[in-house]
């Protein structure tokens, strides 16, 4: 069964091979193929795709299409997809043709302004005859059904004209059966085509452009989007956050409250609580990003398992989100998506949901810390993956051998409790002249680690290279400095050994500082420097790429580039000046956008500190760009579009009295919408989910005068912003996956109690604070 040396396995439909040694031959035992028992194949090429576990081998044609069948089981999978779009969409056309047909407009309505002035009820009653009021409705019909008209004065509705009083007149209007078909067609369909695993940022704005060319809605709603405050406001928030989270400061204040728990109980709380009130002033997708490699060091520290502490730091991040309106992209998008429902009022300010968002954080802590120690919580892939490679670890790995000086917070504790073994990509450590029972500051110590260690361990805080002040001589333009992996040239002058005995010489002619090398086996103790040697340097791409790529090439056979390797731009005295002051950009971004006296939006505040940033050189323009989420944006904005679509053509009304007519009580509305929302943001962008159903809100509450528009639009935030039980609703999610070994059943065993939980204690929450609203 197994293949030697190369360490690969025949099962059933494939071939997975490890690539941590050249692969020479394969012995296949198969009994559905004694023709291709024993065969020793010259392997030609090899075709490696992420995710899937075979591998295509150029051999014989008998073990070539062996070893194919998973190819073909993919594309059979996609022809199967490509049939199903097809006719899923077919059967969409036939329905929207015939339900036109067969159903009359008056189907969907939905409730417009009249001419502008204050009228009485009656008054408005008499416009409904009004050849003028009509031809402003396109020639449809007006004033149609029971409730057909009603008076708005400020944020109280007048539907009998009990009151007298003069304000707006609202007609209820019939909408086309066809375009309000034509919209619940395209949007399930995009549904569908997103569950599929198409791009939700191309699905979505495919559709809404098809739905400006029926007619719909118009070309400027397509687009609508882009200029609402909360696009805007998250489109600043990328960078800003970027720049916070390059200082260090984030990863130094956690490595204090994480300290060392004794159990996985005491762990957690120190886990969630701080995540989430990270969260509540920083983007909840950046914190999460930023604490996975804190986390996952932590862990090893500790000997728990990652999948212990990915899942819940996941959840913190949605949980922590919802305290401010800057927490998460979902709170700035329902800030605009909900205003009208406020019939006049603000709408959401930014510390509406902190009240109840922190003591859901309170008591979400308490539940996972009490599952989390039951079998709910667990990362299956892992041991599916253990399970299936049986994939021996190399014992003696090919390494660099690295100096590093150790300072707090690793100092004052011992080897072992510092966690420094257990960084990825380490071997072997050794102490240098100190004592591995109690490390000092400045104690020196040796380390075997691969490249990624190399870069792990300059990302640590407390670890300094011992040769840092050699690496100064490169100079400050950190963010173009990288480790290059070299190996040397039959002909290099470097085969002499003279020009790594003299820095100078390397610094003065290739731009570069040896760090480390040559790159060897743990067990050999000095590496010979030969042809084909390979070091580790850390030089500026330009000396590289332009000023000595001439005595780069005829030095060095291979140059591979190590990517995000630049060194950590903290610890200097400029360095801790900088942080200082992108601490102060982003508290003052916060304040000044929180309160509602100062009349400052949050979009105009953060660009006027993003430009600050630049001038200091917190973050470059070429980053800045990079770290703007393009596709995040292009969902949100194309789901404000279908959200209009479902507005203007009367499906979110139908809906809305739907759900009111079933729906008897404020509690049994907010569990409808509750539903709703969990159920569309278990699949697709939660800022998308908020675009989509604010419009049902705003009938609601016009269909029934006892809503209350604040609750309401804090059970919408609030679970659009919780996707427990799949990984696909929260980008959050997919990003701890990986790391955890988790599988999509791992996420319905524990989030579904997670889930039911959260909407138990937002309800009840959001129900006691109902009279605070009001």
Not at 63 to 86: G, H, N
Not at 677 to 684: D, H, N, P, Y
């Amino acid at each position: 069964r197994h293949a030697h040396p190369s360490r690969g396995k025949v099962c059933g439909s494939g071939v997975r091979v490890a690539m941590s040694q050249p692969i020479l031959s394969f012995e296949v035992e198969d009994p559905r193929m004694p023709e291709a028992a024993g065969v020793q194949p010259r392997v030609a090429d090899i075709i490696v795709d992420k995710g899937v576990s075979a591998r295509r081998v150029t051999t014989s044609s008998t073990l070539s299409q062996f070893v194919l069948t998973p190819f073909e089981t993919q594309a059979r999978i996609r022809k199967a997809c490509t049939t199903f779009r097809v006719i899923f969409g077919s059967l969409s056309l036939l329905c929207v043709g015939t339900t036109s047909l067969v159903v009359e407009d008056g189907f969907f309505r939905t409730w417009q302004p009249g001419p502008h002035g204050l009228h009485t009820f009656e008054e408005c009653l008499a416009l409904c005859e009004d050849e003028e009021v009509v031809r402003m409705f396109g020639g449809r019909k007006i004033c149609d059904g029971p409730q057909r008209v009603r008076v708005q004065v400020g944020r109280k509705v007048d539907s009998t004209g009990s009151t007298g009083q003069r304000g707006e007149c609202h007609f209820r209007v019939n909408q086309s059966t066809a375009r309000g078909m034509i919209t619940i067609a395209l949007f399930t369909y995009a549904i569908s085509l997103v569950l599929q695993g198409l791009r939700p940022e191309v699905v979505l704005i495919g559709g809404a452009a098809l739905l400006a060319l029926c007619g719909v809605i118009n070309c400027k709603t397509v687009f609508g989007g882009m200029t609402g405050s909360g696009v805007l406001g998250l489109a600043v928030m990328f960078p800003l956050s970027d720049a916070l989270s390059e200082t260090g400061i984030l990863e130094k204040a956690m490595g204090l409250i994480l300290g060392s728990p004794r159990s996985l109980n005491q762990a957690l709380p120190r886990v969630i609580l701080p995540v989430g009130m990270l969260s509540a002033v920083l983007c909840n997708t950046a914190t999460v990003a930023l604490m996975i490699p804190v986390l996952t060091s932590w862990s090893r520290r500790l000997g728990v398992s990652p999948s212990k502490l990915m899942m819940p730091l996941s959840f913190a991040g949605q949980l922590g989100g919802v305290i401010t309106l800057v927490g998460s992209s979902t709170c700035l998008v329902a800030k605009d998506a909900t205003k009208h429902i406020y019939r006049g009022g603000e709408g959401l300010h930014m510390f509406s949901t902190a009240p109840v968002g922190l003591l859901i954080l309170l008591g979400m802590t308490a539940v996972m810390c009490l599952l989390a120690n039951t079998s709910l919580l667990r990362g299956s892939a892992a041991e599916d993956q253990h399970t299936d490679d049986d994939v021996e670890q190399d014992a003696d790995p090919e390494v660099y051998r690295i100096r590093v000086f150790v300072h707090p917070p690793l100092a004052a504790q011992s080897l072992e409790e510092s966690g420094i073994m257990r960084i990825e990509g380490v071997h072997r450590v050794s102490c240098i002249g100190c004592m591995p029972e109690m490390l000092k500051d400045g104690d020196e110590i040796e380390l075997c680690c691969t490249v990624e260690g190399v870069v792990a361990l300059r990302n640590t805080p407390g670890i300094l290279l011992a040769n840092w002040r050699t690496l100064q001589a490169l100079g400050a333009q950190r963010r173009r400095r990288f480790l290059y992996e070299v190996s040397l040239d039959p002909a290099s002058e470097f085969l002499s050994g003279k020009t790594f005995d003299r820095g100078d010489m390397l610094l003065k002619h290739f731009g570069a500082v040896l760090v480390a090398g040559p790159k060897a086996r743990v067990s050999v103790e000095r590496p010979d420097i030969r042809p084909g040697a390979v070091f580790l340097l850390e030089a500026h791409t330009a000396w590289v790429e332009e000023r000595a790529r001439d005595l780069w090439c005829n030095n060095f056979a291979l140059v591979s580039k190590v990517p995000n390797s630049s060194p950590p731009r903290v610890g200097g005295p400029i360095d801790d000046v900088r942080a200082g002051a992108v601490c102060f950009g982003m508290l003052l971004v916060v304040g000044l956008a929180a309160v509602p006296a100062f009349h400052v939006d949050l979009h105009i505040i953060g660009v006027v500190v993003l430009c600050f940033y630049l001038l200091i050189r917190a973050i470059s323009a070429q980053r800045m760009y990079s770290v703007v989420k393009a596709d995040i944006l292009l969902v949100i904005v194309s789901a404000i579009a279908f959200g209009d679509a479902l507005q203007e053509t009367g499906v979110v009304d139908k809906l809305a009295g739907v759900v009111v007519s079933k729906a008897k009580g404020s509690i049994t509305i907010m569990f409808a919408v509750y539903a709703l929302a969990a159920v569309l943001g278990a699949f697709i962008n939660n800022s998308a989910v908020v675009a989509i159903l604010a419009p049902m809100l705003g009938a609601i509450v016009d269909a029934d005068d006892a809503a209350n528009p604040e609750a309401l639009s804090q059970i919408l935030l609030l679970s659009a912003s919780a996707c427990f039980v799949t990984p696909l609703g929260y980008q959050t999610n997919l990003m701890v996956m990986p790391v955890g070994n988790y599988s999509f059943a791992d996420f319905a065993r524990f989030g579904s109690f997670i889930q039911l939980a959260h909407m138990l204690l937002s309800i009840g929450l959001v129900s006691l604070m109902a009279p605070v609203f009001n």
